[in-house]
């Protein structure tokens, strides 16, 4: 909302015609030549000087992470030491974020946040990986199709953990199957995305750590090995290639791949291996 503009000629108002009280349209009284002029009298009722314009401005999502951010899921055993009355709601964070729903809905999917429990928490990266590594493990244990994950399998068989986590993270790894004509052939049916899961399995790979002269953390593979492993650890129908290497991961430190000397590394720690390919 920008300051008011000054009018150059106050409007004067007059009362509504409607006989709706709840909700009067406002009229302003226009000048009208003499001779159209009505003989009958105007009651004026006030005037207005000043005008207000709204104007669009960017979301204030970042509100919206330190709110999260405050107390992060991280599994049944760490809700003891969350304070109940800090979780919001959905309508708690409109309230709180300057967003339209729109808006805050796509910024809390971009920052990996769900609704567990009626609140919105963002997922503790190690869980969230966690879980992922399992849901991967299930797939290639199962010998499911990549493009067709049961999601309620998948929350059966790893009942230690919470529901609403393993969906989130198999929808956010997926996008929904989808049937002949483009309409969803199930809702509980996802499709991994091979991008996205083999950066993962790949960032999960570069954790394995070891000390280089400076003593910087730095994870390496040599490059057979490396490419090896990674094709093993991704479910049959995906065939992973270097270029899935160039990775974000949210809510974590950056971690950044590199080739050298035959050799595969990953320099940067606490990555939640929550990837998104480019």
Known sequence: ?????????????????????????????????????????????????????????????????????????????????????????WDDLLREVQASPDELRQGLAAMGAAEIGGVWRVVDGAYFAEVAQLVLGLCIENEWPSTAVPAGDCVAQLPDYCPHVVRHCIAFYSTPKVGDNEQPADKDTWSLDTNKVCAFVASRMLESTQADDDGQEVKQWPEAEFLEEWNDSTPADMTPNVTMLHVRCYLCHALRCCFASHRWYGVGSHCSGRAHAH
């Open 1 to 89: 909302l920008r300051s008011p503009l000054t009018l150059a000629q106050p409007q004067l108002l007059v009362p509504p015609t409607s006989s709706d009280d709840d909700c009067p349209p406002v009229k302003t009284l226009k000048r009208e030549p003499i001779e159209k002029q009505s003989s009958a009298v105007i009651t004026i009722v006030g005037s207005l000087t000043n005008t207000y314009i709204l104007q669009h401005v960017p979301p204030r999502l970042q509100r919206a992470r330190e709110l999260l951010q405050r107390y992060p899921y991280r599994g049944p055993e760490g809700e003891d030491e969350v304070e109940p009355s800090a979780l919001l709601t």
